[in-house]
């Protein structure tokens, strides 16, 4: 029979959902760090497993009742390893994990956030789960001192009832973040173990390539060098998990016979480039427009009277800002007459 409680957080009629309650599979032995990186998650773990023996058996829980919280915060670029390592973590416990993220906690209606994030913790201790909150820059963002504003108060009551289930809590917590100087500093003393998720390096993306593909299934063409691909490409492991299904969906959509396919070096260095064509896309903003000095020198050189010399182009736009503030003045005038 299901939890009513996860059911309620799992969203209204299955619409919104707000904790995803997650099985661990995967261990450590599933992801590929660097050296540094590994001990950190070690040395995490160690704290947790010997928790016990220093808050109840040794004592320390009676002169420190508050903050026993096994609070960890990994951060990092995209695609380094941070939510498979809290899974590995959950796995490790034999535990369930709770995957939290603050654009489902966040609500519409003044005061639930709040609400919501009482409630994910509420789950935890019921389940006696591991904690996960993705985005937690999100989440544990920085008080604001401006009270003049509805949704900067809201965040503000978000981030003191996050902190004040923190310091009840007796569980694993885990913040996931790329943004970790947007933490608001209250969560510096409450966090046990930073631990930063670099990018991997040759060694480290020569493993994540190999490690992507079953071992004996997988049919790989003679051709294919992962040393080659690791070198080439400065990437993450998931840009690398990308890469690899694309390459195999390609090799796959090849003419001719199944059993005569493979993948080659070619497939996955296609795939790869167009994962990192694919992050060049979402990275555009519309706020990436050219400044006015390099738009006229554009239009300038697109008309063919060759490139300005750089004393002219400050000149030309200043000149272009003067010309449309008086344009404005002038429609200002003729609108008031």
């Given at each position: 029979?299901?939890?009513?409680?996860?059911?309620?957080?799992?969203?209204?009629?299955?619409?919104?959902?707000?904790?995803?309650?997650?099985?661990?599979?995967?261990?450590?032995?599933?992801?590929?760090?660097?050296?540094?990186?590994?001990?950190?998650?070690?040395?995490?773990?160690?704290?947790?497993?010997?928790?016990?023996?220093?808050?109840?058996?040794?004592?320390?829980?009676?002169?420190?009742?508050?903050?026993?919280?096994?609070?960890?915060?990994?951060?990092?670029?995209?695609?380094?390893?941070?939510?498979?390592?809290?899974?590995?973590?959950?796995?490790?416990?034999?535990?369930?994990?709770?995957?939290?993220?603050?654009?489902?906690?966040?609500?519409?209606?003044?005061?639930?956030?709040?609400?919501?994030?009482?409630?994910?913790?509420?789950?935890?201790?019921?389940?006696?789960?591991?904690?996960?909150?993705?985005?937690?820059?999100?989440?544990a963002s920085r008080r604001s001192t401006a009270l003049d504003h509805s949704l900067i108060r809201e965040a503000n009551a978000a981030t003191n009832v996050l902190l004040q289930e923190l310091?009840?809590?007796?569980?694993?917590?885990?913040?996931?973040?790329?943004?970790?100087?947007?933490?608001?500093?209250?969560?510096?003393?409450?966090?046990?173990?930073?631990?930063?998720?670099?990018?991997?390096?040759?060694?480290?993306?020569e493993q994540i390539w190999r490690v992507q593909l079953h071992p004996t299934m997988t049919p790989l063409a003679s051709d294919v060098n992962f040393a080659a691909l690791a070198e080439e490409?400065?990437?993450?492991?998931?840009?690398?998990?990308?890469?690899?299904?694309?390459?195999?969906?390609?090799?796959?959509?090849?003419?001719?016979?199944?059993?005569?396919?493979?993948?080659?070096?070619?497939?996955?260095?296609?795939?790869?480039?167009?994962?990192?064509?694919?992050?060049?896309?979402?990275?555009?903003?519309?706020?990436?427009?050219?400044?006015?000095?390099?738009?006229?020198?554009e239009a300038v050189t697109q008309a063919g009277y060759g490139r300005l010399p750089a004393y002219a182009l400050p000149v030309i736009a200043a000149i272009s800002v003067v010309a449309f503030?008086?344009?404005?003045?002038?429609?200002?005038?003729?609108?008031?007459?």
């Amino acid at each position: 029979m299901s939890n009513p409680l996860l059911r309620v957080l799992s969203g209204l009629g299955d619409s919104r959902r707000i904790v995803e309650a997650v099985v661990p599979q995967r261990t450590f032995e599933d992801v590929i760090l660097p050296p540094a990186t590994r001990r950190a998650l070690d040395h995490a773990l160690t704290q947790v497993t010997r928790h016990d023996l220093i808050f109840n058996r040794w004592g320390l829980r009676q002169r420190h009742p508050g903050g026993l919280a096994l609070a960890f915060n990994f951060a990092g670029p995209p695609g380094t390893g941070k939510t498979i390592c809290a899974e590995a973590i959950a796995h490790a416990l034999g535990k369930r994990l709770l995957l939290v993220r603050y654009a489902e906690v966040e609500s519409m209606w003044m005061g639930e956030t709040a609400k919501n994030i009482a409630s994910v913790f509420r789950l935890a201790r019921k389940e006696n789960a591991v904690l996960l909150f993705d985005e937690a820059d999100a989440i544990a963002s920085r008080r604001s001192t401006a009270l003049d504003h509805s949704l900067i108060r809201e965040a503000n009551a978000a981030t003191n009832v996050l902190l004040q289930e923190l310091e009840r809590y007796t569980g694993v917590v885990i913040f996931a973040t790329n943004l970790a100087a947007n933490f608001d500093p209250a969560f510096e003393r409450r966090i046990r173990t930073h631990i930063l998720f670099e990018m991997p390096g040759p060694r480290e993306r020569e493993q994540i390539w190999r490690v992507q593909l079953h071992p004996t299934m997988t049919p790989l063409a003679s051709d294919v060098n992962f040393a080659a691909l690791a070198e080439e490409f400065a990437v993450s492991g998931g840009d690398i998990r990308n890469a690899v299904l694309k390459a195999a969906m390609a090799a796959a959509a090849e003419p001719g016979s199944d059993s005569l396919k493979a993948i080659h070096q070619h497939h996955f260095e296609e795939a790869m480039r167009d994962v990192i064509a694919a992050k060049k896309v979402m990275r555009q903003s519309l706020l990436d427009v050219p400044s006015p000095a390099a738009a006229i020198e554009e239009a300038v050189t697109q008309a063919g009277y060759g490139r300005l010399p750089a004393y002219a182009l400050p000149v030309i736009a200043a000149i272009s800002v003067v010309a449309f503030m008086l344009a404005a003045v002038a429609l200002i005038f003729a609108l008031m007459r």
